[in-house]
């Protein structure tokens, strides 16, 4: 198989789809790997690293458009990039498409068929391609809410740990998953006050049992969240319903209920964000406000750590990768159920029920898809 990588486009987006590892791993194989010039120079790979894994560089990316059979990248294809795919391609990367009907369209006009990142799972009920970048954002996430507290960036002017006599920041997390549960644990390293909200019993237990002297965790209700949200000095949204449009948890109207300059890391924002007052922003612009309470909603945020990023999603996604080029897609995706998860474009259908629901698209079953 014929698999390109172009460069990443999405402003402040230093990530690249391929490290020089998995292009080494793919020639290997037997397959063809043609990168766009310098696209993996903002994760510190250069063109040479490429060409001494076997891989073939060119100059632009209508190049590498025009002759793979597979497309890998990190972030959902830009609008330029959309025009350039074409039927029976297959598009391996984030698509987050529930809070995107334009992109969707896009997808579905081409015919190409497109394999979600985050929709991908296994046997554990995990979604390992998201695992990666959710670890990352979530270690993120305190760490770029503690400047948005800075006085200078709008916040209220508290430091995460305090001091001797002064008390540290309250720190709430909404949602006990994997990027809530690295939050906390990177937060509460740093000194805060923090207490992790969720509805799953199961995991609250989990976090008790593994975390319970690091973190406080508390039953997700309206009104506990509510009450602990006017509390906070920061506020961390990491709600993920796979797939979908993340559910908005504050509403506008109770910003008014909380303290002036606190701060919110909406890490959901890919996924529409869990604040009514969430709104997509990037590296060169990541906070605004809204009624005194400083937003921080970048929407790629690991791009910030371009280099760990791409390392940490380049080793958990080559095994999918080598299955598809491999295989095919369609026995790759018989084979393994869990990729079979991810796909959610092919051929002009939608295939993902969670998206068809956000969007009011009709769904075709994956398995039918599959198979036709």
Not at 102 to 129: F, K, M, R
Not at 151 to 161: D, E, H, Q, W
Not at 173 to 178: L, P, R
Request: overall charge negative.
């Amino acid at each position: 198989m014929r698999i390109g990588c172009p460069k990443e486009i999405k402003p402040q987006e230093f990530r690249v789809g391929m490290t020089p590892n998995a292009a080494y791993e793919a020639v290997q194989h037997g397959h063809e790997v043609i990168i766009e010039t310098n696209a993996g120079a903002g994760s510190g790979f250069e063109d040479a690293d490429y060409v001494a894994a076997g891989a073939r560089i060119v100059d632009t990316a209508e190049e590498v458009f025009a002759t793979a059979d597979m497309i890998v990248k990190v972030k959902e294809p830009q609008a330029v990039e959309r025009k350039m795919l074409r039927e029976g391609q297959l598009l391996f990367t984030y698509l987050h498409l529930a809070p995107d009907p334009d992109q969707t369209h896009d997808l579905l006009a081409s015919g190409c068929t497109a394999i979600a990142y985050e929709t991908v799972t296994d046997n554990a009920g995990g979604l390992p391609l998201l695992a990666p970048m959710s670890e990352v954002a979530g270690r993120l996430a305190p760490q770029v809410g503690a400047w948005t507290l800075q006085k200078a960036n709008g916040g209220r002017g508290v430091l995460m740990g305090g001091v001797p006599g002064v008390g540290p920041a309250r720190v709430v997390v909404i949602g006990g998953g994997v990027v809530g549960t690295h939050a906390a644990r990177i937060a509460a390293g740093m000194g805060a006050d923090v207490t992790v909200l969720d509805r799953s019993l199961n995991r609250l237990k989990y976090l008790d049992d593994v975390f319970g002297g690091t973190f406080k965790n508390q039953y997700s209700t309206a009104g506990s969240t509510i009450e602990l949200v006017r509390q906070a000095d920061m506020v961390i949204g990491a709600v993920l319903i796979p797939g979908a449009a993340a559910p908005k948890l504050i509403t506008k109207a109770q910003l008014s209920e909380m303290k002036p300059g606190a701060a919110i890391v909406d890490v959901a924002i890919d996924q529409g964000g869990c604040f009514e007052t969430s709104k997509a922003t990037t590296h060169a612009e990541p906070i605004y406000n809204v009624d005194g309470i400083m937003h921080y909603c970048v929407a790629n945020m690991p791009g910030a750590v371009a280099r760990t990023s791409t390392i940490a999603l380049g080793n958990a996604t080559m095994p999918f990768l080598l299955a598809l080029a491999d295989k095919g897609w369609k026995q790759a995706c018989q084979d393994d159920p869990h990729l079979l998860n991810g796909l959610n474009v092919h051929a002009g259908q939608l295939t993902y029920y969670a998206v068809g629901k956000a969007l009011g698209i009709d769904v075709v079953s994956p398995s039918v898809a599959v198979k036709s």
